[in-house]
């Protein structure tokens, strides 16, 4: 009897081993699994296109690779700050404040000009990602030879000493399938007329 009394609970630890095994194993894979599933490395591509009315003036792509969130039950599009992704390309021109007569010398201020692209993705419950961001961008105008506006660029003469600087910012916000485009960004500079679209593509990379 003794021994039947025993044998009861031994036998009870030993029939729920493997089951205790199951929920421990399942424990420790379930948030690695989890988390791959919602951690989407995807490429987004922002094209910045000119147009003079029907004409297109020029046309800029930038591509960032990041990592897209999605937190269960949450699809309102919000971010930590590792999440997001960061461009900076231009350069510093130098712009006169000061003029010493004729000679040529002065007081220089330099001027960063270039584009800023600063952006992250959301993963949506719908399987589209929300792609929020922003653009900053800035050039060089001087007046030609016609006294219109023209945008100064690498290898063209000295801009002078009383350039015009262009700037353009803004924020955006679009919710995109893998592969699909949209544009998001229409802006008109005030000093030549021309239209600048921000378009944005994005693709899972698998």
């Known amino acids: 009897m003794k021994m039947t009394r025993m044998l009861v609970p031994i036998l009870f630890v030993l029939l729920n081993l493997p089951c205790a095994y199951a929920q421990e ?42 990592v897209a969130s999605q937190e269960k ?9 590792n999440d997001w992704a960061h461009l900076r390309v231009g350069a510093r021109v130098p712009v006169a404040t ?33 792609v929020r961001g922003t653009v900053d961008r800035s050039s060089v105008y001087t007046l030609s030879s016609t006294s219109e506006p023209e945008e100064w660029k690498g290898g063209s003469p000295n801009f002078g000493n009383d350039p015009i600087i262009r700037h353009m910012s803004g924020d955006f916000a679009i919710a995109l399938h893998d592969g699909q485009m949209g544009e998001t960004t229409v802006a008109t500079d005030p000093i030549t ?4 679209k921000v378009e944005v593509m994005l693709n899972v990379v698998k």
């Open 25 to 66: 194993k399942q424990a420790e894979e379930a948030p690695a699994g989890e988390a791959a599933a919602l951690q989407t490395p995807l490429k987004v591509q922002l094209v910045l296109t000119e147009y003079d009315g029907a004409k297109k003036v020029s046309s800029m792509p930038y591509t960032m690779s990041l």
């Open 73 to 81: 039950g949450i699809d309102s599009g919000h971010s930590h700050n």
């Open 98 to 130: 000061q003029k010493n007569g004729d000679n040529g010398g002065g007081q220089f201020q330099y001027v960063d000009i270039g584009t800023n692209i600063d952006c992250y993705a959301w993963g949506r419950s719908d399987d589209r990602y929300l």
């Open 193 to 196: 007329g021309h239209v600048l």
